[in-house]
């Protein structure tokens, strides 16, 4: 650098506010009007061929970048994933949409960027663990979820099928409020990734025929709408609503519908932006499940349609897609409403994926302005995301992608493939070619390595070049979570309301700090006779509660808790006694932590009265710990409902 550029760049200086003045009244006309994009409206200012004339950079940038270096542990993540989002379809998007000089400004203005690799792995035959170039969303999804590589076609299992633990099922085990959003179904593999664990990305439901071992009814942890409401992130927001109105084959909820356990399980069901907008809170108490289509959202612009030699046809603008949801429903509504509901004040933080599920899909069927328009709607999102992280101060934002894709810009038409011709912001034409399927076909995914941007706490580690499965450990690090989430269970006890009770009587008996697990499973045995099952509870705020009635037989009766995640059991005891036994003293000290629910979903606290007595954890001597447990929680439960209340104000 020499100083005689240097009156270059001043003079660029001054010009820029202007321009980006430009750039968003650009943004503000393409969002608000909804009408096509005018060509050549806002091309980049200035004259680009003089000397420094297209430079992007204005004056020395050390101190700014720098300065963007921050230290974490960072409060909250936001990860945004544009899925088929290469270079190349962002390119395309800028082209379109800004010109070849100009920026979007959600994506381009994250300070921090590297690039990562994004291969997959086979999981059979004589190439097992090798790399495969090309992978899929559900491969390359369950990398940065799990920090794990695995195949084409798992959802959050390595390649010999064991389930890797998620970035939502770590986040929540460690306290964090979690947040699932994407404009797929949201069983399609990149919000699948951090919700479920099945062999084959299309078990969305009891009814998919591919499930196989993973169905409930041949054992297995279920379908992934079904494993959506075990993990029971705080907030779940997409398409997909048909998979949940099958009826469930085989568990506790055999024979209802997926929306009706929902309700069950205590879930808020949203199906608009009204009722989106409705919503006051999002916790484990009552978690959000917002399903606003039956599949995939449609997308922002009318599909074009390539075809060979169709770059030398008269170059297209982009239309509005009438069939558009309502603009409370974008991506980046729907990352607002996330944010508000996450960013509750509390001092875990939260984290939050959100995904713009369809460039991919879009490039797949080699729809240009359809990848354009959904890029678009991404990089509101991000814009969304920066705002917030920007005010907060305390938030890390990554945006990336999956895999990169098809599409490509060419100088001229190619002959035998799939092409189509657009007027860009320049005013110029911009040829987009689509060469790796015949018309009809599914174009293919790309094998190349990809962008990766960070801001905030924690996010120089995705500069240079990393790995898609650094992702995870980037964010797991920034928010130093404890990945060993059985031992966030070591603590857990019991206890029962009472020690000595009447055939008949009622009994409560409640499981405090299994907060590495997501369900209790629970069994009682009298004194040598064979346990019966108690089925199973969400684990909330750790705990869960089980309303019991005492049988008609007199002794001891022993209940087994056990945390399905973590393994960890528990047991507590009481005596069944003939009438007129004296019934030990309930302590009003004793009392179920606020939020942990009996299953009916109501998410109300169980109030049991405790006795010392009778109380035996066979972990060991705990009622004494139990009660200034209680106490606490119950401070804690108090606090909760004080802030619901200031919320709902
Ligand atoms: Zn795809």
């Known amino acids: 650098m020499t100083n005689t550029t240097q009156p270059g760049r001043a003079a660029r200086r001054s010009a820029r506010p202007g321009r980006r003045a430009l750039i968003l009244a650009s943004a503000a006309l393409i969002t608000v009007a909804g009408t096509s994009i005018p060509a050549a409206a806002f091309a980049a200012d200035g004259d680009l061929s003089t000397n420094g004339g297209a430079q992007r950079n204005s004056g020395d940038k050390t101190a700014d970048l720098r300065a963007s270096i921050v230290d974490g542990p960072a409060k909250n993540v936001i990860l945004l994933i544009g899925d088929g989002m290469g270079d190349s379809e962002i390119t395309i998007a800028r082209n379109y949409a800004y010109g070849a000089a100009g920026e979007l400004p959600g994506i381009d203005a994250l300070p921090l960027t590297g690039q990562y690799t994004t291969y997959s792995l086979y999981k059979d035959g004589e190439n097992k663990g090798k790399p495969d170039y090309v992978p899929d969303s559900a491969a390359t999804g369950s990398a940065w979820a799990t920090g794990t590589k695995t195949y084409d076609n798992a959802i959050s299992v390595d390649i010999d099928g064991t389930p890797q633990q998620t970035l939502i099922e770590i986040a929540k085990a460690n306290g964090l409020k979690t947040g699932n959003v994407s404009t797929a179904e949201i069983q399609d593999a990149t919000p699948a990734v951090q919700a479920a664990h099945v062999a084959a990305r299309s078990c969305y439901g009891p009814d998919s025929a591919t499930c196989g071992a993973d169905a409930l009814e041949a054992g297995g942890l279920g379908s992934i709408s079904e494993q959506i409401l075990d993990t029971r992130a705080d907030l779940t927001l997409g398409g997909g609503s048909a998979s949940f109105t099958q009826t469930a084959k085989a568990g506790q909820w055999s024979g209802e519908t997926l929306f009706a356990q929902a309700e069950d399980r205590g ?251 997501r369900q209790l499973d629970a069994t009682e045995a009298a004194d040598s006779a064979a346990a019966t099952a108690l089925g199973s509870k969400d684990v909330i705020t750790g705990g869960a509660a089980y309303e019991l009635t005492a049988p008609e037989e007199l002794g001891t009766q022993t209940v087994t808790l056990t945390g399905r995640q973590s393994g960890k059991t528990v047991q507590v005891q009481y005596t069944v006694a003939e009438a007129g036994t004296p019934t030990s003293t309930p302590s009003p000290s004793a009392s179920a932590p606020a939020g942990v629910g009996t299953g009916d979903g109501s998410g109300s606290g169980t109030s049991s009265g405790g006795s010392g007595a009778s109380a035996l954890g066979a972990t060991g001597a705990i009622v004494a710990p139990i009660a200034a447990l209680s106490a606490l929680l119950l401070a804690a439960g108090a606090l909760l409902v004080l802030q619901r209340r200031r919320r709902h104000a």
């Open 267 to 517: 879930y808020q069901l949203v199906g608009d932006a009204a009722g989106l907008a409705s919503l006051t809170a999002a916790d484990q108490s009552e978690p959000v499940l917002g399903t606003f289509t039956p599949g995939n959202f449609p997308t922002r612009f009318a599909a074009t349609t390539a075809t060979v030699g169709g770059a030398d046809e008269a170059p297209v603008t982009c239309q509005p897609n009438p069939d558009r949801l309502d603009t409370g429903l974008s991506l980046a509504s729907l990352t607002n409403k996330a944010i508000d509901l996450l960013d509750t004040g509390d001092d875990k933080g939260f984290f939050l994926q959100v995904e713009g599920a369809s460039i991919d899909k879009q490039d797949h069927a080699a729809n240009t302005c359809g990848q354009i328009g959904e890029t678009i709607d991404l990089d509101e999102a991000v814009q969304a995301a920066l705002e917030f992280a920007r005010a907060d101060g305390n938030t890390m934002v990554i945006v990336t992608a999956d895999h990169a894709h098809t599409s490509q810009i060419v100088d001229s038409t190619p002959p035998a493939t799939l092409s189509t011709a657009l007027t860009t912001a320049d005013g110029t034409t911009m040829k987009v070619a689509y060469g790796t399927a015949a018309a009809g076909g599914s174009q293919q995914h790309t094998g190349s390595q990809l962008r990766i941007a960070g801001y905030g706490p924690g996010a120089a580690q995705v500069v240079g070049l990393t790995d898609q499965s650094d992702n995870f450990f980037t964010i797991a690090n920034a928010l130093q979570l404890d990945r060993n989430t059985a031992a966030l269970s070591s603590g857990a006890t019991a206890t029962v309301s009472a020690g000595t009770v009447e055939p008949g009587a009622s009994v409560t008996v409640t499981g405090f700090g299994f907060n590495g697990d």
